[in-house]
């Protein structure tokens, strides 16, 4: 077995899933005073990082997430690690904090491939003036978009004896993520993905996050893709977390329930 | 390998399966006071989903849970994910809450698909008058059973090398399905299933809810679903929960063991 | 691949394997009045189950665990799951309960099944004066017997792509379940086993308890069952807790150290 | 597939790995009053194990736990399970116990296999006078060796459809056994092992731990025997737990850091 | 299958990768004498360690951890395994660690084997005055390099019944590995490695910790490792965990967000 071609990558910027668990037994203990110091913190610290206070770029948004696994997600993209390294200690400094503990987290960094677009890489000037340009550019600096619904996983390529995607020519692999592509396609303006790396840093290969106003056309779309080699042969999951979006300014409506 | 076509859904009512385990140290601390209080607003909060005071539509049950996994199971079936999410977070203003901590919960969306019927799918005009529009309401908003007894258990359909269900030709998954619901129609009266949908939603695939007055009834059914080949060789489960309905109204009891 | 033919089964008692740990930092803590009150109403639960003082029919027997999965094993047999549910929540209402957290738990049901005879279920009235219904009743309704040593754990069926229980004829399974048997049979006298069905109840989907005076019999059973093709390729086994009997009596020694 | 002949085995004494660990924070908070009995009460348990005061007939030996997963071992072996269950919960009365937690735990029992010896099981009158007698038994009544090191890990024998263990004909069993242990001898002097048995006792089917003076002699052994089919093909490991035997008196310095 | 030739190895020094996470709550509430006191105590501790205060040779530093798994990492090599212990334990006697838990850890040993240079085993006094000595006891007792970001996992070679490392003959696996070492030389000045064996100390076989000023080399790195049939085939990954360099001066910003 020979070793196979990997492709070109380029990323943009750091990611950070920042899931939390409201503590509600300590909320609904403290006094009117402590809960006000730490709503007010709160929407400081949310709204300082959606507008970016922080840094020269980037984007954050914050969710409520449904279930047990987690309250509140706090979504950061930053073009370095010590950015989103300074937001993540920085939110434990807030009163807020006092009612949170971490439930999970994922770190990541934005990516372009070379299988979307070889030319991009291997002849980056000619590339310079088109549309494909600044749409590799919307993908490295991606905008959070403003829908309501979020789901995010983590997942790897599988390395099984009989289905090893790191084992295919480079060709399979940029067909059957063409392939995969077009099904995204089809749902273009009812969901928005940001896809990111974590090889290296974080227990999987890649996050996936995606955004839509009907979290059934999220569903929709997975399970489409799910029929699709790439997923069905290829694709192993992590846990999945769901999150409805909130502005920060209602936090204190999101703590009283 | 080929893309598969993958069958046509429709989704109704969002499930959430929130499993509460009772902190009977303090329960059995708190003053009478107290316990009063979290029975009151546990029987209002309780009471209230279940006459769906929040919402236009949907329904809800308590249930008593078996075993260490969880005490309490509070089951909602609402048409938006924003009516369960403020569901969710309301449950931790009330006083019952203190007595409680997050075990497990499941996030899906009830669904139909194309395997049961295309003609709903591809001409749904013309099914409009007949049964089946009734029968696929029926599941897409489906009204909690009275039963006693419920278990759930998350499962996906197998990905593997050898037994992989999202590599099956349409017909053959039609056909594995139409045989598989063959052995629940034969449980008829007994049994009553809500199948719900969680692909990019929850962890698993899909959530299975089953209702019966006779425990080994859904025993019964799921071992003679495990030698069929739709479960034999393609299904992978996760954890199973068993649990006793109880009307909100008897929260006291339930808490005085 | 066909759908295979499952066997007929009958179930008995519920069975409800109910594991807590002691936090001996408590007891330690608590003052002399504290720890009386929690060894009568310990003992006065645990002998009151013993004696079956809340139902009909059934088992319940008290032990110690041994390691750091558990500190107590109390094995509860009942007719109905409305008497294991009641069961277990009123352990949470004695004193001793406070000196306990649940650690684990299994809940399952008694069985027989077609494997073992199938006159009993296709000619139920032809056996009603033989043994074989006397032997079947024990199986149903088990005395849990006196031994010193339990060992418990939760088993499924293999479905694996190659060894695949669940598409095996039905002869195949039944002789391999005779050769099973007959591994156990050589070991009568000394180790006695209460099987118990858990599809849709719990996890697996049996439970296995086996009871013996000197633990070495149920390894050496164990070990010998291993190499029989129905454990080598089929079977696959959850966690295992062993523990000591200890008459409920003697729970203050117990809690002594 | 035909049911394969088990070897018989022997057993001897019961071994208990009890892991605990210590609640730093607790200790750093205690008035040296309280820390003095710790010590003094922590010694007094710990050198009567040693001595085996509770016994006929054992051993006993503490451990520094490296890392998270634990600090402290406690390793005991007694002839019977009653002396263990004994041992194990007289820790929880000493005032050292406040200041632990049970992080983990193993039960197995000396065994000695027919593997090794058929003789020795075959015509037992036989082997009285030989030197395989005495090795056996020091085998199922080992003493804990003086060194410095130990390495602690359960393991099974796999049971895949392609490399199962317990499908083999005896004869190959005893082959691959034979030739692992050549690698063993090899280390004579420098790595002494006891292997117990656990198959219905904990969660693996054995418990190796392995005693050195220099870590790297384990390490080396292991790293040579994973090239050994006995290893590569058919050994599936648990945790690894590494630690460093002190004298009961020193448990003072331990504590102080 | 025959048993294979394994490498010979040369250990070095003992590794400890301990993980603490920060009680954010505590620390928060700390008067400002105590947080002080924890400073002063914690940068003693740091920096004495990252001076090799405490042994004649080793190197230690000290990182901030992304993400929710941990919040420091201090990383340790010395000569022996007691001062691996030393050092592990005397943390527990700042005032520091009364803000931190054990969040996790890995136990390792540096080592180079018989696959990078056999004549180092085979001959070892004609390389006394090579490079290739002074390559090899570089990797035997490495400086931690001063880069700003750290990637650590655990791995294992598979021993799967088609892809098992260890049934490779002895030179099919040394051109794997010298064929995956060409890929990092190409990373030289950018990614430097600490590989570290932990076989029969630790859970995985070895420790990798990967260093580099910008994190996007070590992802691309190990991405392109991915391809080679030496990770895509054989190579099974545990957790990552990523972080960021700090001098232990810094260790009140730190705290302080």
Request: glycine share 6%; charged share 35%.
């Given at each position: 077995m020979e070793r196979r071609r990997p492709p070109q990558t ?101 990516e372009v491939s070379g299988y979307m677009s070889e030319?991009?890489f ?33 997942m790897d390529k599988r390395r099984g004896p009989e289905d090893n995607w790191y084992d295919l020519p480079f060709d399979e692999r940029a067909e059957h993520l063409s392939s995969h592509g077009d099904i ?11 896809i990111?790396g974590?090889i290296?840093?974080?227990?999987f290969e890649w ?18 893709m799910r029929f699709d080699p790439s997923s069905s042969r290829f694709a192993e999951f ?20």
């Amino acid at each position: 077995m020979e070793r196979r071609r990997p492709p070109q990558t380029e990323e943009g910027w750091y990611v950070l899933h920042d899931f939390r668990s409201i503590d509600w037994d300590a909320w609904r203990d403290a006094p009117e005073r402590r809960r006000s110091r730490a709503i007010d913190e709160g929407i400081e610290y949310l709204s300082g990082a959606e507008r970016v206070d922080d840094a020269e770029a980037g984007d954050s948004a914050t969710f409520a997430v449904l279930g047990h696994k987690a309250d509140l997600l706090v979504l950061h993209l930053r073009p370095t690690l010590a950015e989103i390294d300074a937001l993540e200690r920085r939110f434990e400094q807030t009163a807020l904090a006092e009612f949170t503990e971490r439930a999970d987290s994922y770190l990541s960094v934005t990516e372009v491939s070379g299988y979307m677009s070889e030319e991009f890489f291997d002849e980056e000037s000619e590339v310079e003036d088109t549309g494909m340009k600044r749409y590799i550019e919307s993908r490295l600096k991606p905008e959070i978009p403003d829908s309501e619904f979020v789901s995010f996983y983590p997942m790897d390529k599988r390395r099984g004896p009989e289905d090893n995607w790191y084992d295919l020519p480079f060709d399979e692999r940029a067909e059957h993520l063409s392939s995969h592509g077009d099904i995204g396609r089809d749902y273009a303006g009812r969901v928005t993905q940001i896809i990111s790396g974590s090889i290296g840093l974080d227990d999987f290969e890649w996050g996936v996050t995606l955004f839509a106003d009907d979290p059934t056309d999220v569903k929709e779309l997975l399970y489409e893709m799910r029929f699709d080699p790439s997923s069905s042969r290829f694709a192993e999951f992590g846990r999945f977390l769901s999150a409805r979006r909130f502005p920060p300014e209602q936090l204190g409506a999101f703590l009283a329930g």
